[in-house]
T-cell receptor, first 107, second 113 residues
Framework: AQRVTQPEKLLSVFKGAPVELKCNYSYSGSPELFWYVQYSRQRLQLLLRHISRESIKGFTADLNKGETSFHLKKPFAQEEDSAMYYCALRGFQKLVFGTGTRLLVSP | EAGVAQSPRYKIIEKRQSVAFWCNPISGHATLYWYQQILGQGPKLLIQFQNNGVVDDSQLPKDRFSAERLKGVDSTLKIQPAKLEDSAVYLC???????????FGSGTQLSVL
């Protein structure tokens, strides 16, 4: 079975502070990990995927197979980063989501 | 590019009634997904189609939920009869193929009273 755990329901930081949204996974095979984001009144959309090894809107995420983690990081949070963030794992052709973390960036 | 279209946007019904949701994926997308998102939880996959065939429906409560994707394009998800615990946002998503990124619709918010 595949499982994604996001331990924090809410993460509140000030503008300019570093951000780390935690994601741990459980999967027997070779995982494909993603971060999806939902801004207020917008659709759920892909932020980044681990195989691309890219930085989107200043966010990066590194897959750590030893710790089975895929934490999302940004060195300096902006107010426009406030949103709901979901970690997701694709395995057996199925995309499974975590419960999400709400990021609130205050001025 | 036109996005994934879903209707209705909101629906309020009483328990034991029936309801149907409609989804029109992005043109050319072979894979279509229905997710259920209960308040405070992440999206849960109900059913996944590849063209008009079912790839996964292991979490679809088949005694009350049904879904079809005629001609491999539009899809409908039906609940009959509805229960209070079916109150949720029902999200439709599509992707060009199974291993590509998902594009989500705006969702249908269902309230069962």
């Amino acid at each position: 079975a595949q499982r994604v755990t996001q331990p924090e329901k809410l993460l509140s930081v000030f503008k300019g502070a570093p951000v780390e949204l935690k994601c741990n996974y459980s999967y027997s095979g070779s995982p494909e990990l993603f971060w999806y984001v939902q801004y207020s009144r917008q659709r759920l959309q892909l932020l980044l995927r681990h195989i691309s090894r890219e930085s989107i809107k200043g966010f990066t995420a590194d897959l750590n197979k030893g710790e089975t983690s895929f934490h999302l990081k940004k060195p300096f949070a902006q107010e426009e980063d406030s949103a709901m963030y979901y970690c997701a794992l694709r395995g057996f052709q199925k995309l499974v989501f975590g419960t999400g973390t709400r990021l609130l960036v205050s001025p | 590019e036109a996005g994934v279209a879903q209707s209705p946007r909101y629906k309020i019904i009483e328990k034991r009634q029936s309801v149907a949701f409609w989804c029109n994926p992005i043109s050319g997308h072979a894979t279509l997904y229905w997710y259920q998102q209960i308040l405070g939880q992440g999206p849960k996959l109900l059913i996944q189609f590849q063209n008009n065939g079912v790839v996964d429906d292991s979490q679809l409560p088949k005694d009350r939920f049904s879904a079809e994707r005629l001609k491999g394009v539009d899809s409908t998800l039906k609940i009959q009869p509805a229960k209070l615990e079916d109150s949720a946002v029902y999200l439709c998503a599509s992707s060009p193929n199974t291993n590509e990124k998902l594009f989500f619709g705006s969702g249908t918010q269902l309230s069962v009273l």
